[in-house]
C-alpha cells in the first residue's frame, strides 16, 4: 500500500468534445460538418449511428455542469462546435450557436469550474471540405478567422485555450486510414493536411498574443510509447521511426522548429514531403503556455520492409485490453513523460485526456461497477505520479471522458464515461470509477495497492 499525494494545485478535470456529446444537429441548430457527413455513408460507423442526439448536452448542460460539481472537478474540457458558430465555415455568425456557449461557460463560472476550451476537436463544417478542406492552405485562415471570434465573444469566460484536439487523427486517420471523417486516403494529403494543422495552430498562437494577451494557449497531441517488439537492431529502429513520425512529427515543429529529419527524409524520397512556404515554421515554432498530452497505450513495433511507407507494424502491449483493442501498459505514459522531457523545453504539460472502454451496464440495483476503469485509471495515475516526482512538469489530469459519448467510427457501441449514460431515455448514472475519481480529488491523491505494478514488458525496451 502507498499513498499518492498528487502536488498542491494539482488540476483535475475531465474532457468531453462537441460533436461526442452536444447532439442538436439539426440544420436549423448547426451547419452539416465533416462528421454528420462521414456519419451518413453506410459502413462508416460501426452501429451506423450520428451525432445528432449524441447525449443532448445541448439541452441538459446545466444537468452535467451539477454532475461536474457533484464529481469536485476542478476543470472541464470542452470543445466548441465550428459549424455551430459558422454554419458555412465563414461569414455569417450563428448567434444562437455562440449563446450556447456563453449559457455553458456561465453555468461552469456558477458552478466555479474552470473551462479548457479546445477550439478544433474533428468536426470542421462540411462547407469548408467541398473546398477541400484542411488539405486546402486557405483553410488555416478559416480557421483563424474563427478563432478571432471566439477569443473576442468568449474572452470574458475562457483564460486557456487549445487549438487542436491530437492533429495526428485529423490528418492520418481522417486522411489516410481513412476510418475518420472525411475518410480519404491518401498519405500524401494526410502529411500535407499535418503542416496545414500546424501552421493554422501557429497563427492561432500568434493572433490570442496580438488580441488577448493575458490569455493562455496550448496544443493537445495524442502520443504513444513504442518499444521494439524484439531486441533487434531492426526493430529498435522501427519503434524510433514510429516514435518520430507520429510524435516527434507534431512535438518537433512546435518546440524545435523543423520536422525530425529521418522521417521527413523518407516523406521527400517518396514525394510525400508537405509543400511549406516560407516563415511557415516560424510561425508554428511560437512558445505556447502548456502542452496537452492525450495517452491511452503503447504499442511494439517491428519492422516489416513490405509494409509502405512506415516500413513497420504495430502491436497492442499490455496485460490486458480494453473494449478497444487498446493493450494496458501504464508504464508507457511514465516513459513518454520522460521521453518529452528530455527532448524538449517545455512548457507545464497536463494530461488532457487518459481513460478506458470497457463493456459497462448498470446491474439490477442500478449500480455501475466498473473495476477495470478505476484500474487503469489508478495505474496510469500512479505512473504519472512517478513522473512528477522524478521532475517532471504535469500540472493537471483531465479523464477521458466525463460520459458516456459517441466514439467517432465505433459509434455508442464504446463507452468511456465515468458517467453511464441510458441513450434511451438519458439518464446519466455516476459510475463507481467516477466516485472513485470524486474521492481522488477530494484527497489530492489515493492509495495505491499495488495492483497496477507495471508487469515488465518482456519483448520491450523504451525507445
Ligand atoms: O473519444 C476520443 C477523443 O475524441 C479523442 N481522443 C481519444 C478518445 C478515445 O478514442
Same mark, same amino acid.
Given at each position: 500500500m502507498e499513498q499518492i499525494q498528487f502536488p498542491k494545485d494539482f488540476l483535475w478535470g475531465s474532457a468531453t468534445a462537441s460533436f461526442q456529446i452536444?447532439?442538436?444537429?439539426?440544420p436549423a441548430q448547426r451547419g452539416e460538418s465533416i462528421w454528420d457527413r462521414y456519419c451518413?455513408?453506410?459502413?462508416?460507423i460501426l452501429d451506423g449511428s450520428? &451525432?445528432?442526439? *449524441?447525449?443532448d448536452h445541448f439541452h441538459r448542460f446545466e444537468e452535467d455542469v451539477r454532475l461536474m460539481e457533484q464529481l469536485g472537478l476542478h476543470s472541464y474540457r470542452l470543445s466548441v462546435s465550428w459549424p455551430r458558430i459558422l454554419p458555412e465555415g465563414?461569414?455569417?455568425?450563428?448567434q444562437d450557436g455562440l449563446n450556447f456557449y456563453k449559457r455553458l461557460l456561465e453555468c461552469l463560472r456558477t458552478h466555479r469550474i474552470q473551462p479548457l476550451v479546445t477550439?478544433?476537436?474533428?468536426?470542421?463544417p462540411q462547407r469548408l471540405q467541398e473546398r477541400?478542406?484542411?488539405?486546402?492552405?486557405?483553410t488555416v485562415d478559416a480557421f483563424v478567422a474563427y478563432a478571432e471570434i471566439l477569443f473576442r465573444e468568449l474572452r470574458p469566460w475562457v483564460n486557456n485555450w487549445v487549438t487542436?484536439?491530437?492533429p495526428y487523427c485529423t490528418a492520418f486517420l481522417g486522411h489516410?486510414? &481513412?476510418?475518420? *471523417?472525411?475518410?480519404i486516403r491518401d498519405y500524401a494529403a494526410a502529411v500535407q493536411v499535418s503542416h496545414h494543422l500546424l501552421l493554422a495552430h501557429g497563427k492561432t498562437v500568434r493572433l490570442l498574443r496580438q488580441t488577448t494577451p493575458n490569455a493562455k494557449i496550448g496544443i493537445v497531441l495524442n502520443m504513444n510509447s513504442y518499444y521494439p517488439h524484439q531486441n533487434t537492431e531492426e526493430d529498435r529502429r522501427a519503434a524510433e521511426w514510429n516514435y518520430q513520425a507520429w510524435n516527434s512529427w507534431f512535438a518537433d515543429p512546435i518546440?524545435?522548429?523543423?520536422?525530425p529529419q529521418e522521417v521527413l527524409a523518407l516523406y521527400e524520397a517518396e514525394g510525400l514531403a508537405p509543400r511549406r512556404e516560407p516563415g511557415d515554421m516560424a510561425l508554428i515554432h511560437q512558445p505556447i503556455d502548456f502542452l496537452g498530452l492525450n495517452h491511452y497505450f503503447s504499442e511494439t513495433v517491428s519492422a516489416n520492409p513490405?509494409?509502405?511507407?512506415?516500413?513497420s507494424e504495430t502491436h497492442p502491449l499490455g496485460d490486458t485490453r480494453t473494449a478497444m483493442g487498446w493493450g494496458v501498459y501504464p508504464q508507457g505514459i511514465h516513459d513518454l513523460l520522460a521521453r518529452l522531457d528530455r527532448d524538449y523545453q517545455h512548457p507545464p504539460i497536463f494530461i488532457t485526456e487518459n481513460g478506458a472502454a470497457y463493456p459497462d451496464h448498470p446491474a439490477e440495483d442500478g449500480l455501475v461497477r466498473d473495476p477495470e476503469r478505476q484500474d487503469y485509471l489508478a495505474r496510469y495515475l500512479y505512473q504519472v505520479h512517478r513522473a512528477i516526482r522524478e521532475g517532471v512538469d504535469v500540472r493537471g489530469y483531465y479523464l477521458w471522458s466525463l460520459m458516456d459519448n459517441?466514439?467517432?467510427?465505433f459509434g455508442y457501441t464504446k463507452r468511456f464515461g465515468i458517467v453511464y449514460v441510458?441513450?434511451?431515455?438519458?439518464a446519466r448514472t455516476v459510475k463507481q470509477s467516477g466516485h472513485w475519481y470524486a474521492n481522488v480529488i477530494q484527497n489530492n491523491g489515493f492509495v495505491y495497492d499495488?495492483?497496477?505494478q507495471p508487469a515488465e514488458a518482456s519483448k520491450a525496451n523504451p525507445s
Amino acid at each position: 500500500m502507498e499513498q499518492i499525494q498528487f502536488p498542491k494545485d494539482f488540476l483535475w478535470g475531465s474532457a468531453t468534445a462537441s460533436f461526442q456529446i452536444e447532439g442538436a444537429g439539426e440544420p436549423a441548430q448547426r451547419g452539416e460538418s465533416i462528421w454528420d457527413r462521414y456519419c451518413r455513408t453506410p459502413g462508416n460507423i460501426l452501429d451506423g449511428s450520428d &451525432g445528432k442526439t *449524441a447525449c443532448d448536452h445541448f439541452h441538459r448542460f446545466e444537468e452535467d455542469v451539477r454532475l461536474m460539481e457533484q464529481l469536485g472537478l476542478h476543470s472541464y474540457r470542452l470543445s466548441v462546435s465550428w459549424p455551430r458558430i459558422l454554419p458555412e465555415g465563414m461569414g455569417r455568425v450563428h448567434q444562437d450557436g455562440l449563446n450556447f456557449y456563453k449559457r455553458l461557460l456561465e453555468c461552469l463560472r456558477t458552478h466555479r469550474i474552470q473551462p479548457l476550451v479546445t477550439l478544433y476537436h474533428w468536426d470542421l463544417p462540411q462547407r469548408l471540405q467541398e473546398r477541400g478542406g484542411w488539405q486546402n492552405r486557405e483553410t488555416v485562415d478559416a480557421f483563424v478567422a474563427y478563432a478571432e471570434i471566439l477569443f473576442r465573444e468568449l474572452r470574458p469566460w475562457v483564460n486557456n485555450w487549445v487549438t487542436f484536439n491530437e492533429p495526428y487523427c485529423t490528418a492520418f486517420l481522417g486522411h489516410w486510414v &481513412g476510418r475518420h *471523417a472525411p475518410g480519404i486516403r491518401d498519405y500524401a494529403a494526410a502529411v500535407q493536411v499535418s503542416h496545414h494543422l500546424l501552421l493554422a495552430h501557429g497563427k492561432t498562437v500568434r493572433l490570442l498574443r496580438q488580441t488577448t494577451p493575458n490569455a493562455k494557449i496550448g496544443i493537445v497531441l495524442n502520443m504513444n510509447s513504442y518499444y521494439p517488439h524484439q531486441n533487434t537492431e531492426e526493430d529498435r529502429r522501427a519503434a524510433e521511426w514510429n516514435y518520430q513520425a507520429w510524435n516527434s512529427w507534431f512535438a518537433d515543429p512546435i518546440f524545435k522548429g523543423g520536422y525530425p529529419q529521418e522521417v521527413l527524409a523518407l516523406y521527400e524520397a517518396e514525394g510525400l514531403a508537405p509543400r511549406r512556404e516560407p516563415g511557415d515554421m516560424a510561425l508554428i515554432h511560437q512558445p505556447i503556455d502548456f502542452l496537452g498530452l492525450n495517452h491511452y497505450f503503447s504499442e511494439t513495433v517491428s519492422a516489416n520492409p513490405d509494409v509502405w511507407p512506415t516500413r513497420s507494424e504495430t502491436h497492442p502491449l499490455g496485460d490486458t485490453r480494453t473494449a478497444m483493442g487498446w493493450g494496458v501498459y501504464p508504464q508507457g505514459i511514465h516513459d513518454l513523460l520522460a521521453r518529452l522531457d528530455r527532448d524538449y523545453q517545455h512548457p507545464p504539460i497536463f494530461i488532457t485526456e487518459n481513460g478506458a472502454a470497457y463493456p459497462d451496464h448498470p446491474a439490477e440495483d442500478g449500480l455501475v461497477r466498473d473495476p477495470e476503469r478505476q484500474d487503469y485509471l489508478a495505474r496510469y495515475l500512479y505512473q504519472v505520479h512517478r513522473a512528477i516526482r522524478e521532475g517532471v512538469d504535469v500540472r493537471g489530469y483531465y479523464l477521458w471522458s466525463l460520459m458516456d459519448n459517441f466514439e467517432w467510427a465505433f459509434g455508442y457501441t464504446k463507452r468511456f464515461g465515468i458517467v453511464y449514460v441510458d441513450y434511451a431515455t438519458q439518464a446519466r448514472t455516476v459510475k463507481q470509477s467516477g466516485h472513485w475519481y470524486a474521492n481522488v480529488i477530494q484527497n489530492n491523491g489515493f492509495v495505491y495497492d499495488g495492483a497496477g505494478q507495471p508487469a515488465e514488458a518482456s519483448k520491450a525496451n523504451p525507445s
